[in-house]
């Protein structure tokens, strides 16, 4: 009892606290009452938010509840916007599904039927990467228009089950580590043919960081052994972007220059610059708001921006300094809790690191999902949390009352 009484009162006193003191005065003297309603409306949403970010927090991974805690902060603050609304929910919809997959996949038998699940996915990805590579042909795409071709414009392009190669190139990547198995590993030469197919660099680059620390990790080689497998890596490397793919990282790197080194920032809908933005956000959503605009476009020499290509800029860009230490604790919390049970969803964690710093994994609906799925497996192999086992023993004594005499 006492348990739900402090959740719900912390829930309050946040939605309190956050926004229902904003009354706005209309301009006539009196209290516009839309405005009321609309402050009210905010505080349940506030107190419905926080409840939920709280048993996150103390249930399943602190950091995680603290990030959603700050993506709803950055939803209303500074400016709430229609896009802030839609981002609020799309991130409300991963943390549900985070939490209902650590809720489920907790036993070996779930998580191995879920890693199957992604190898089978991943081998009708590489099937449709054949048929269009080959022999030009995929059903999904007669009569369509494709959003991106290879190289130039293709009438079948090679991009397996999405509709972009950078995508399809990064879905291998991060499912890769499922193959690491007993049965499935003999299927991974076949990666070879989907990474040379989808012509993008990017996912190379993190199969191949990904497969190194695995193999340092599990059969603890020497650092002369690793340095070798390394070196022959890198060679790998600079071949496939020698007759295969070049990476251009020039236009990409204006934005990013443009957010890590602005002075202030702009307010996405009047163009106001606010030095303290910088460091808060322009709040979640926003990002196309501002990069679009011409005002801004001068600092990235005329050039639009509907993403950052990179989440931990956009994401700082947006919810402010509070990002980078909420991940910054979220990886430091992987390594002091990592054991060897834990090997597959951390390699499949380094893959999503490695692709999220030169593409928007997390804005494309079946990478996010995936990624999803890999992080509550990792939540359910890794050590216990000392943080959670804390709060859990002090709100169990709560709940449970005075000892009996």
Request: proline letters at 5%; one cysteine or more.
């Amino acid at each position: 009892m006492k348990r739900g009484v402090i959740v719900l009162l912390a829930a309050l006193f946040f939605a309190v606290l956050w926004r229902a003191p904003a009354v706005i005065i209309h301009p006539s003297g009196g209290v516009y009452m839309p405005d009321v309603r609309f402050d009210f409306a905010n505080a349940f949403t506030w107190a419905v938010m926080t409840a939920f970010a709280f048993y996150v927090a103390s249930e399943i991974n602190v950091w995680v509840g603290l990030f959603f805690v700050l993506a709803s902060w950055s939803a209303y603050s500074p400016i709430n916007t229609s896009q802030s609304e839609q981002s609020h929910h799309f991130v409300l919809y991963g943390i549900i599904l985070y939490s209902l997959s650590v809720h489920y996949l907790n036993t070996p038998k779930a998580q191995r039927w879920t890693m199957n699940t992604m190898c089978c996915i991943a081998m009708v990805h590489l099937l449709l990467l054949f048929g269009q590579t080959v022999y030009n042909f995929d059903p999904l795409y007669v009569g369509l228009k494709p959003l991106y071709a290879s190289t130039k414009f293709d009438p079948v392009p090679n991009v397996g089950l999405l509709s972009c190669v950078n995508d399809a190139s990064i879905m291998l990547a991060i499912i890769l580590p499922a193959f690491f198995r007993r049965g499935w590993i003999y299927l991974t030469p076949l990666f070879l043919f989907g990474f040379v197919a989808t012509h993008s660099f990017v996912g190379p680059l993190a199969a191949s960081v990904t497969s190194i620390s695995y193999i340092a990790t599990k059969y603890k080689i020497g650092w002369l052994k690793i340095a070798f497998v390394g070196i022959l890596a890198l060679l790998c490397l600079q071949l496939y972007v020698k007759y295969v793919d070049e990476p251009d990282l020039g236009w990409r790197w204006k934005a990013w220059k443009s957010a890590l080194l602005a002075k202030d920032m702009v307010n996405p809908l009047t163009g106001v610059m606010n030095k303290k933005w910088k460091y808060t956000g322009i709040g979640i959503g926003h990002w196309k708001l501002v990069y679009s605009r011409k005002d801004v476009a001068v600092h990235t020499q005329g050039q639009f921006f509907a993403q950052a290509h990179n989440e931990p800029i956009q994401m700082q860009t947006e919810m402010g300094y509070g990002f980078p230490l909420i991940l910054t604790g979220f990886l430091l919390s992987v390594i002091f809790r990592f054991r060897l049970k834990a090997i597959l969803p951390t390699s499949a964690l380094i893959a999503i690191l490695i692709t999220s710093n030169t593409f928007f994994v997390f804005h494309i609906s079946f990478l996010a999902m995936v990624s999803i799925l890999w992080m509550a497996m990792l939540q359910n192999t890794l050590k216990p949390s000392r943080s959670y086992l804390y709060l859990r023993s002090f709100f169990t004594r709560a709940s449970s009352g005075p000892k009996q005499a």
